[in-house]
């Protein structure tokens, strides 16, 4: 009695590794990021997904949490422990091919554990374990800004360049003027001179003379 309990302990074993296996028997990943766990099964790659039965648990402190459920091909998303709702996704187009990737986005440090897939197909049954190690998120350094007490002073925002300089063009300014008037003042009288020689009619300039001292 006791041999044939061995022995189809033996037999169930064999058959357990010839059907499923797991693609890594550990992965680690960092707090808020993704991974992709993967398992391999045997299966009719002519043959339909709905021979495909799957159960996958995650074990945490032995307490298990449904990771994913397939049922004849089809995802039983109402089996799924709400911890793992909309985080997990699965490529229904490889299941033919006898591949489970699962994929897990948002991952938190208590997402680690041991992961365990038990699939069922027209070959038998069989299940792998593997486990995940998520680790605390690192802090990135910031990116250096200008150190304000390195000396020189910062310009300020309202104060321009011009405006160190703006007494010279004050000056500069006046004397542009001041060539401009004189200029039209020259200008003026060569118009009357001018009119003057064309026309005697034309009124003469008022001279005020200076009263000589006796």
Known sequence: MICSILLLITLTSCVSGSVVNVTQSSYQAEENHNVTLEWTFKTRT??????????CEMLNDLTPFILFHLHEGVEVSESQNKRFAGRVKFDKDVL????????????????????????????????RKC????????????????????????????????????????????????????????????????????????????????????
């Open 96 to 127: 033919r091919e006898g591949r489970l990737r699962l994929h897990m986005s948002r991952l938190r440090t208590d997402d680690s554990g041991v992961y365990v897939c038990d699939v069922l197909t027209v070959y038998g049954e069989g299940s």
């Open 46 to 55: 002519d043959g339909s997904i709905k021979s495909i039965n799957i159960y």
């Open 131 to 214: 486990l995940l190690t998520v680790t605390a998120e690192r802090v990135r350094p910031k990116p250096e800004t200008p150190n304000s007490s390195s000396g020189g002073r910062d310009p300020s925002p309202t104060e321009s360049p011009s405006q160190a300089e703006s007494p010279g063009f004050i000056v500069l300014y006046c004397a542009v003027g001041l060539v401009v008037v004189v200029v039209g003042t020259l200008l003026g009288v060569r118009c009357y001179l001018r009119r003057k020689q064309q026309d005697p009619m034309v009124p003469s300039l008022p001279i005020e003379l200076e009263p000589m001292n006796p």
